[in-house]
C-alpha cells in the first residue's frame, strides 16, 4: 500500500524555524505534483504550498518569502522548510501527492496523516 508520512514537527518559538519531511512508501510507479496544506483549530484546510515534478513552486500568501518546499525525487520525499515561524503558522501540516501506483493508469491522490507545529513562546 502507499502511504506518506510526515515528520520534523515540533515546538518552536517565534522567529525560529523547522524543516518537515514527508516520505512515500510503497508500490509506485512515478510521482507527480507534491504539497503542503495546513489546518488550524477550528479552521479549514489550506494550501500551504506546491511542487511540480519539475520542480516548479507556488505559495500562499501567508508563507511567501518565509517558508521553501522542495523534492528529492531519489528518496521519494517532500520537504517544507519553515523559517521565520509566527504564531500564526500553528496547525496540523499535512502532505499530499499525486501518485501512480503500480499496476495502476491514472494518477490518485494520497494524504498524510499530519505532523503538529506549534509556534509559541
Known amino acids: 500500500q502507499v502511504q506518506l508520512v510526515e515528520s520534523g514537527g515540533g515546538l518552536v518559538q517565534p522567529g525560529g524555524s523547522l524543516r518537515l519531511s514527508c516520505a512515500v512508501s510503497?508500490?509506485?510507479?512515478?510521482?507527480?505534483?507534491m504539497a503542503w496544506y495546513r489546518q488550524a483549530p477550528g479552521e479549514q484546510r489550506g494550501l500551504v504550498a506546491t511542487?511540480?515534478?519539475?520542480?516548479?513552486?507556488n505559495y500562499a500568501d501567508s508563507v511567501k518569502g518565509r517558508f521553501t518546499i522542495s523534492r528529492d525525487n531519489a528518496k521519494n520525499t517532500v520537504y517544507l522548510q519553515m523559517n521565520s515561524l509566527e504564531p500564526e503558522d500553528t496547525a496540523v501540516y499535512f502532505c499530499?501527492?499525486?501518485?501512480?501506483?503500480?499496476?495502476?493508469?491514472?494518477?490518485?491522490?494520497?494524504w498524510g496523516q499530519g505532523t503538529q507545529v506549534t509556534v509559541s513562546s
Open positions: 511542487i511540480t515534478s519539475g520542480g516548479s513552486t
Open positions: 499530499h501527492a499525486l501518485i501512480r501506483p503500480t499496476n495502476s493508469r491514472p494518477f490518485r491522490t494520497y
Open positions: 510503497g508500490s509506485i510507479s512515478s510521482i507527480n505534483n
